[in-house]
């Protein structure tokens, strides 16, 4: 079977292009040689020959390169330059084909990009805009005209965004209002593209902010408005308690109590997650000692004995601080000590084994990243498959067991929220049957020694 190709076409072609260029030069330098001889000069003849077709063959090179470079028309030649101007007039042909394909599909790209809701800016390495879609210019006020080129930053001046852009590390996003309009607030993202380009996305998150702000006041209000009738329930189970009634009642009056307690300190969590979660969260960060308030924390609850829902009181808990004075730390102390507080509490309630007292040990490390503040207990520990849900809202590990001991579930989130205001996250290490460690490292630049400002 003769299989034809593109390649053997090419071959067949150049063949005949360097038989018709040699059968020129030998016709000319024969037709010279034989006027030669009629002189008696064939070497002369042949001499002469050969220097025109070299001549001829430079006049049509000459041809090639002007038509190479757009001037006149494409050498007529059945030699090697004609075969030469066939294979440069395919290979333009397909070029065009394919850069033809490629604006097409470069334009559907720009007309994806340009229809999308959100903004998409390209900056260059400057940081420069290069180009932005139409929804860019509704979200941040751009306009095509006078702001393509424009570094992207005397657009977007807020603080925040300056200082994001200038980072290496786009792992994060950040949220700030739209430069353009007030009531809307957008969703920054900065990715790196190509080797020297940026591209920035921008996503209208205005309305998941209001439902955001709408569910944390819900909440704070609710909790708010629970207040008064559970302190006025209370009160009149408090007059119960002291009165002489029947054994029966009397039981039942304690259970409610107890669970009165616990809807308090249920209201009070979220009253307080509610706080942290608020825009007013972070401010009154001040430098304070460290010392004092682990020694307040830990006084605070020497006393307290976990209570079971029968109203059995758990073993007193042994506690220990280890931390030295004069160690003061940037930040909130009221939230600090709420964490303190709230794992503290945790590693006596959920501390003990067997019916054995809890052994509770907050203890202080000076690590190269900062200082580490560990909560440290010997009780049950904590399954692995628990461990990256426990600071989410209302998560208990085990709803009986904790039923014993009346947890809401909320403490953890509280610590998870009050630590981000210190720039750090909370370390949960657990291990079935031998404990549990809390532990989070505050960062240098929020440390120093007392005296030392
Ligand atoms: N030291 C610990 N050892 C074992 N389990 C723990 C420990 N600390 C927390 N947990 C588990 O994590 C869950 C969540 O703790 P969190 O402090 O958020 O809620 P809670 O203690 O149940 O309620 P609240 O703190 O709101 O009164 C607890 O229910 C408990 O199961
Ligand atoms: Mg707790």
Redesign the pocket.
Known sequence: MFVYSQNTGNKILQQIAWQRELLRIVIIVALATATGMSFEQPFWGAFLGLIVSQVLMLKRLNELYRWSNNQGSAPQDGGLVGYSVDILVRRERSLNKKIDKQGKQLKRIAEGIESLKDGVLIVNQAGCMTSFNRASCHLLGLRADTDMGQHITNLIRAPRFVSYFKQADYSDVIELESPHRSNITVQIQVAQFGIDQKVIVVRDVTERQRVEKMRQTFIADVSHELRTPLTVINGYLEMLEDADLNPGISRAIKQMSTQNERMK?LVN?LLHLSKLESDNAGIGNDWFELQPLCAISVDQLRAYRPTSLTGEKFPEATLSCDCVSGIEILGFSEEFSSVLI?LI???I???QKEGLAAEVKVSIHTLDEGLEIAVT?Q????APNHLSH?TERF????ES??STVG???????IVRHALEHHDTQLKIE?ILGKG?R?SFVIPTERIRMKGSA
């Open positions: 300190s969590d709230n509490t945790n590693a309630k959920y501390g207990d009780g049950e520990g904590i426990l998560y208990r590990v085990d067991r904790e947890g809401s579930g909320l403490g953890l989130a657990s549990s809390f």
